[in-house]
Each structure stands twice: as structure tokens, then as C-alpha cells.
């Protein structure tokens, strides 16, 4: 008996995304999420005004986001010498009429994770279940196969899987069985925060360096009125050889700043000291730039991938959290359109998982940090006049390029109807 219920593996940001969705549109859904707690993990990522359009449409305010992060105002990048390669506007600054907002992973996921426990209840949400695979049965509902905490395992019966299981998805890993593993292209970035001075306009994205030596930072607090300090999030990225494969231990580790500071020894202007960053931050966590090979599809009968578990891809386009929030609510905007049937979620993989399987692609190739490669390969990365090596022409097309295939071309997002009509429901139906 699926008595409609919507069963959705993980509780991530786009896990709890798609849970919001479901309850706004009228779906009952159950969310099994394998860690046993929640804790604010993670450390600095960007929410496009695409994706930020769609929080707004939730119900989630501006107050609300300028607790875990503030709006961006500029996106920066800078040569080896400290000079400006290509800045631009960002957010309200640059005509979208929604903010682009950097926040911290954590607190934002635990943002999300009270709304839905607020909204839908206690029980939304069971921890410490991991999913393990699915099974497609003959009436064409599906059961989920959840293994506890504790080593107990069940099944639980929906109408519809949604796999919103990250990176290493388990669903993902049953529906493309063949799938190649993990993609790792040579980079390695260490991640932390540290309290400082945020500096240009005091929310600006810069990437500074060459696309295979680079260090990007920005902040994901406002000011401490009391010491003016924010929490800058920082990324120090080096490309090495991949030869050999990721041999350095898990996917995710905390280092201590020693291990690679000398890659940034020198890295010292009048208005940045990239050494002094890495030493006082809080902690740090180096992790491989890993993606994955494109799938040609994201569904299997009743069950679709929604974020990172369809399409983990590098972050060099900022956009990896913000595709999660937005393939919620085109999932949604199906459901609306089809009911809560399989064809809702072909049509939902139609729209998407073309357009995103390129997206990926592109951000292997160095997304908007491409422009660095072009100076790299012009001038090795230092240079006197920035027009000389790339005219400004040509550095408006490239970006306004990345802008569209990303999906937030500033008019086409202005004029966009939204993704979910005000007050659309589901209708239920017993058809498939
Ligand atoms: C702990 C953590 C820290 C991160 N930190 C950063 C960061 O600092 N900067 C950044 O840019 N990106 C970070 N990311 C990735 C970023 O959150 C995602 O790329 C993006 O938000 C897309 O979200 P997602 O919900 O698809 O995937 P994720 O955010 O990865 O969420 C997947 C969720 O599914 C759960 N899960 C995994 N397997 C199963 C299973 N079999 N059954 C049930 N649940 C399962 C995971 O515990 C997780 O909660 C982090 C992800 C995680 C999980």
C-alpha cells in the first residue's frame, strides 16, 4: 500500500528541497537520511539568483538567509600579480531581481532541515537510514530498501523514489550499474574558514592565480559589528598528476595547514596574505576535485536522481547546490503538470538531465575560471595590461557564454514565470 507517499533518499540540500516541495504542492513524503545526526557540515557555497528565486518561493526569507550567509555583491578574478583579470556585478548589483547569496553548507542545511521538520513534523525525516536500492514492483510503486543504524533493515513502499543521495548515491549506483567510478581530474583544494577583514566590496568571490594554482575566497558571514570581522571561506587549489589515481586517503579529511602550505608561501600583496589565511584558520579539510561521467538518463520507472546523486559535477561553477534546489522544484512543477505518475518524472529528466549532463561537462573543462587558462596560456598568468592579453570584449562574451548554460542568464531568469504557480497542487491520482 504506497498510499501516495513520495519516498526521497537524503537529507541534503536537495533532499530537503524536494521535501518542501512535495509539501507546498500537496505530496506526502518521508525522507530517510543515513547519517544518525545532524550537524552544520561543510564549509562556504554560492545560492545563484535562480536558485534563490525558488528558496523565496518556499517561504524562506531574506532574514532568514542573511543568518547563514549574506548577499554577493562582485565576482572577481585576479593574475598571479595581484592584477584584475574580469570582475563583474553579482545578484541584485548585476539586474537579477533576486540576490545571489554565499552562505555556509552547514548552517544552511540545518535552515532547510527545521523548515521541514516545522512544516511536515518530527517524523519527516528519519535519521540513521540509509537506502541501499530499490526494488520496481509489478503494480508500479517502488519499495526502498533501508538499512538502520543499527544493522536492521526494511522495506518501505512509495509510489515514487527520488535518489537525492549525493555523490556516491546508491540508487544512482543500482540504476547505472555499469557506471564508471568517480571521475578526479588532478586537482586537490583544501577548504576552511577564517575570521578576517573582508576586503574590494566587502562581499566579493576572487579567484586568484592560474587554473592550476589558484587560491578563492569570499565571505559567508556580515561583519561582526564588534571587531568587523567575517568568516572568509577559502579554497587553496592545485592541479597535480592524476596518473596513479587518488591515493591520498578519503574523499574528505581534516589536514592541518602544513601539509601544502608551501604551495602559497609567497602568495603575499599590500591587500592579501594568502599564508596568514590558511594558518589561522579554524579548521581545514582537503578534498580531490572529483565529479562524475554524465548518465544518458536519471530515472528509472518510478524512480528519478535529484542534485548531486544525477549530476556531481565541479564546483568551479558555484552552482552545484543551487542545481539541487532548482531540480526540486522543476521535479515539482512536473508533478504539478503530470500528477504524481512516472511520466512526471520523464518529463522532469527531458528538461534536465540533457542540458546538465553538458553543464558538467563544462565545469570539467575550468567552467568561468576558463578565462584564467586563456591568460595562462597567453601570458603564463602575469601581465601588465589585462586588454592586451584578453580585450574586455572578449571577456564579457566568454562569462555571458557560462551565464546561459548555467541557466541564469540575468533576462531570461527576470522574465522566467515561476517554476511552481502560487498555490499549485497535485492532483492525486491512482494511475501511474
Ligand atoms: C557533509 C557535506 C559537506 C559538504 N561541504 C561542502 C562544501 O563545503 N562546499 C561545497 O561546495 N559543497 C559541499 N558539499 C556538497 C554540496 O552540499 C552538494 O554538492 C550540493 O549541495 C548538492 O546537494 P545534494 O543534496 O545533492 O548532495 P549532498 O549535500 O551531498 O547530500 C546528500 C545527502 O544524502 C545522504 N546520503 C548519502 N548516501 C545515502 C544513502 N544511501 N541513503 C540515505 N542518505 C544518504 C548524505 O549523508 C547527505 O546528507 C558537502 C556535502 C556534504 C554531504
Redesign the pocket.
Known amino acids: 500500500m504506497t498510499d501516495n507517499l513520495v519516498i526521497v ?9 524536494t521535501a518542501l516541495t512535495l509539501h507546498q504542492i500537496g505530496v506526502r513524503c518521508l525522507v ?4 544518525p545526526d545532524m550537524h552544520p ?5 554560492n545560492l545563484q539568483p535562480n536558485a534563490v528565486r525558488e528558496l523565496y518561493d518556499l517561504g524562506i526569507t531574506r532574514h532568514e538567509l542573511d543568518r547563514v550567509g549574506l548577499p554577493a555583491k562582485e565576482w572577481a578574478l585576479v593574475g598571479l600579480n595581484g592584477n584584475d583579470i574580469y570582475s563583474e556585478p553579482r545578484g541584485l548589483l548585476a539586474g537579477y531581481n533576486w540576490p545571489q547569496y554565499a552562505v555556509h ?2 548552517l544552511f ?1 540545518m535552515l532547510l532541515h527545521d523548515k521541514v521538520l516545522e512544516r511536515i513534523g518530527s517524523e519527516a525525516v528519519r535519521l540513521g ?4 536500492g530499490y526494488h520496481k514492483n509489478s503494480d508500479g510503486s517502488v519499495s526502498a530498501l533501508i538499512e538502520r543504524a543499527d544493522g536492521s533493515t526494511s522495506e518501505v513502499i512509495g509510489k515514487l523514489l527520488i535518489g ?8 544512482r549506483a543500482q540504476m547505472h550499474r555499469a557506471q564508471p567510478p568517480i571521475h578526479w581530474g588532478g586537482a586537490v583544494m583544501w ?1 576552511g574558514t577564517t575570521w578576517a577583514k573582508p576586503i574590494r566590496s566587502g562581499s566579493s568571490f576572487v579567484g586568484l592565480g592560474t587554473h592550476r594554482h589558484r587560491i578563492i575566497f569570499y565571505p559567508i558571514s556580515h561583519p561582526n559589528p564588534q571587531t568587523g570581522l567575517s568568516m572568509i571561506n577559502w579554497i587553496a587549489e592545485v592541479t597535480m598528476d592524476n596518473s596513479d589515481g587518488w591515493t591520498r586517503g578519503g574523499w ?1 579529511r581534516q589536514v592541518s595547514g602544513d601539509d601544502f602550505i608551501h604551495h602559497f608561501q609567497d602568495w603575499i600583496w599590500d591587500w592579501l596574505d594568502v599564508p596568514a589565511l590558511i594558518r589561522q584558520a579554524d579548521r581545514i ?1 582537503e578534498n580531490p576535485m572529483i565529479d562524475r561521467d554524465p548518465v544518458p538518463t536519471w530515472r528509472d520507472g518510478p524512480v528519478v536522481l ?4 544525477a549530476h ?1 559535477m565541479y ?1 568551479t561553477g ?1 552552482n ?2 543551487s ?2 534546489i532548482v531540480d526540486a522544484r522543476v521535479l515539482g512543477a512536473a508533478m504539478v503538470e503530470h500528477g504524481m505518475t512516472q511520466n512526471a518524472l520523464a518529463s522532469f529528466d527531458a528538461k534536465l538531465c540533457g542540458p546538465i549532463s553538458q553543464l558538467i561537462l563544462r565545469n570539467r573543462g575550468a567552467g568561468p575560471f576558463g578565462l584564467l587558462n586563456i591568460v595562462d596560456e597567453r601570458c603564463g598568468g602575469t601581465f601588465d595590461n589585462i586588454d592586451e592579453v584578453i580585450p574586455p570584449q572578449e571577456r564579457a562574451e566568454f562569462m555571458a557564454d557560462y551565464r546561459a548554460a548555467a541557466g541564469f542568464a540575468i533576462e531570461t531568469l527576470n522574465q522566467a514565470p515561476p517554476t511552481i504557480p502560487n498555490g499549485a497542487h497535485v492532483r492525486i491520482s491512482r494511475g501511474i
Open positions: 533518499a537524503g537529507g541534503g540540500i536537495g533532499g530537503l528541497a530517510f537520511e543515513a547519517v557540515l561543510g564549509v562556504g557555497i553548507r552547514g542545511h537510514s540509509r537506502v541501499t537525492a543521495d549525493g555523490i556516491h548515491s546508491a540508487v577548504r574528505f579539510f535529484v542534485g548531486d546523486a556531481a564546483p558555484s552545484g547546490g542545481q539541487a
